[in-house]
């Protein structure tokens, strides 16, 4: 769960910009509100694939190891080839070694570290040994603090890795005396979404006017309204496909969810975006999120 304050004590506004699907320029729309509205603290709740950090020149200060499940390990001297677990193992993980030898082999990008070869050898010969499923980072940069995390490729728990980047965010901005917390959130509906949105103060997503990026939209909303979330929608690269835009609007007004921004394809932000979104150089066509920014710190849904 995400840390809560006491009664009598302040909080940080914690605000979640996401996408229904990769590629809308989430992050973009992100980093360009954190811009806007530093001081604040910075989380990147996209933990398999985390780039907030790389548009501010991020200076990490801490990384700290983030356990996984423990993964089974043969003791090949111990190991009696006796086939137990190689029948019991219901993920295909286990398998003697060759035809000529039949200690038992373990694939560990299979091993889902479920224990039951281990409880279950006759021999005491697999062990299950602690692995780390990522890295929580906590960083400075010139907006305030940042808390961002790596999944190692393969592992599971994003969720939960997602939730201790809340957790962590909200601890620096207590330490640092700072009202705001922007989460850049991952793309999709799935585990990792879920932890960033739940318990947000306000969500913000980003869309582009194409099928897809239509369809997504309309799956993160309903998934949001399961929280009683109602997203603010920014619609980006609008001029893409003005009838596209039009279907999200309509969509939007069919789940009361309020389009605040409407930003056109932008040439050249990413050489913006790589010399760390300058707000002297703001291209012309994001100055309608000063609006949004101007309302990150009120009460309710951004407006």
């Given amino acids: 769960m995400i840390a809560q304050p006491k009664p009598d004590e ?16 989430k992050t973009t729309i992100a980093a360009t509100l954190a811009a806007m509205v530093a001081p604040l603290v910075l989380a990147d709740a996209d933990v398999e694939a ?8 991020v200076k990490q200060t801490e990384a700290e190891a983030f356990p996984g499940l423990p993964l089974a390990v043969v003791d090949p001297a111990a190991c009696t080839g006796c086939g137990v677990c190689v029948e019991l193992c219901r993920f295909g ?17 299979a091993c889902e570290g479920c224990g039951v070869c281990v409880d279950n050898c006759p021999v005491g010969a697999i062990a ?7 890295v929580l980072f906590v ?18 728990l994003s969720g939960r890795l997602t939730t201790l980047v809340r957790q962590r965010a909200v601890k620096e901005a207590e330490g ?21 949105i739940t318990g947000v103060d306000a969500l913000i997503a980003v869309a582009e006017p194409t099928a897809a990026g239509t369809a997504d939209l309309i799956r993160l909303m309903d998934l949001a309204g399961r929280f009683d979330l109602i997203p603010s929608v920014i619609i ?3 001029d893409l496909s003005p009838q596209g835009a039009a279907v999200i609007e309509a969509a939007c007004a069919d789940r009361g969810a309020h389009v605040i921004a ?13 010399d760390g979104a300058p707000l002297q150089r703001l291209p012309e066509a994001l100055q309608p999120l000063h609006a949004v920014a101007a309302g990150l710190r009120s009460e309710g849904p951004v407006t």
Wanted: proline share 9%; hydrophobic share 40%.
């Fill in 10 to 25: 302040k909080r940080a506004r914690q605000i979640a910009v996401v996408s229904g699907k990769g590629g809308t320029g």
């Fill in 50 to 57: 985390a780039n907030l950090g790389l548009v501010f020149g």
């Fill in 93 to 109: 993980a286990i398998a003697p070694i060759d035809l000529d030898n039949p200690v038992a082999d373990i694939d560990l990008l």
């Fill in 128 to 134: 299950g040994v602690p692995a780390q499923a990522g």
């Fill in 139 to 156: 960083g400075r940069s010139s907006l305030g603090p940042m808390v961002s995390a790596e999944l190692e490729p393969g592992q599971d």
């Fill in 176 to 196: 640092a005396g700072l009202d705001l917390i922007l989460i850049d959130g991952p793309p999709g509906t799935g585990c990792p979404t879920i932890a960033t």
């Fill in 236 to 238: 980006n690269k609008i």
């Fill in 262 to 274: 409407r930003i056109p394809f932008i040439e050249g932000v990413s050489r913006w975006l790589e």
